[in-house]
């Protein structure tokens, strides 16, 4: 069974897949760890750069040009690390690796050559990557793997990236629900076909959810959860 010390080294998985962790600091948890939880963590990180790659591929295009300016900014002003609370370092680095993420896609040859060529319309992804109080938390999945939730409230939605999850059994789905006051909204389904080793989903409308839940559901879905919820990312 997997144990506080052992989680807690799962936890940083994906910040270190980002680059957002000092990797000293996390190899050193690594090696105090015991070998199936060190290959496990091996394995959440090749798929969390592999989700994030595809998202960046599918989604590149020129970043805002305050971008830079904002996170040189972030990065020259003294002590500003040291100034973060505990509980919030995660979230800080998280959102400025995920903004390295969206620029490095989006800077080729092709921009420079053609500075006059109108930029596309941003894509959801895109939005949530860049905004300023992008947040990202993830959890294990009962039945093995990974959910993470990059999202952010001032763009009203998030993405999905859920790695190594195991399709749903025939004839019904995973639905993602996001948990409100008036009660649970459905946020979309995923059957077989939708499931791969990494998948990604849009959610948007974010407005006052919570949490992000999940069920399994027949045939192609219900309009309000039918079965117990099964796993649940909180959205604060």
Do not use: C
Request: net charge negative; proline share 10%; charged share 15%.
């Amino acid at each position: 069974m997997t144990g506080p010390v052992e989680h807690e080294v799962m936890t940083l998985a994906t910040p270190y897949a980002l680059h957002a962790v000092d990797d000293g600091e996390v190899e050193r948890h690594l090696a105090d760890a015991p070998p199936a939880v060190a290959q496990e963590f091996a394995a959440e990180v090749t798929a969390v750069r592999e989700s994030m790659a595809r998202v960046s591929a599918a989604t590149a295009l020129e970043p805002p040009a305050y971008l830079r300016d904002r996170i040189l900014a972030a990065v020259e002003t003294p002590g500003q690390v040291h100034q973060l609370r505990p509980k919030r370092w995660r979230t800080a680095a998280l959102a400025a690796a995920a903004a390295v993420v969206v620029a490095a896609a989006g800077v080729g040859v092709g921009t420079v050559l053609r500075p006059t060529t109108p930029a596309p319309t941003p894509s959801t992804a895109q939005q949530v990557f860049a905004a300023p109080d992008v947040r990202t938390v993830s959890g294990p999945i009962p039945t093995g793997g990974t959910a993470t939730v990059v999202f952010s409230r001032e763009r009203n939605a998030g993405v999905l990236v859920m790695n190594n999850v195991a399709p749903p059994a025939t004839g019904t789905v995973y639905q993602m629900w996001l948990l409100r006051d008036t009660g649970p909204q459905s946020a979309g389904t995923m059957d077989q076909a939708a499931v791969a080793p990494s998948t990604t989903a849009v959610l948007p409308d974010l407005g006052d959810a919570t949490a992000l839940a999940f069920t399994v559901e027949p045939g192609k879905g219900s309009t309000a959860p039918t079965a117990p919820i099964f796993a649940e990312l909180p959205l604060t």
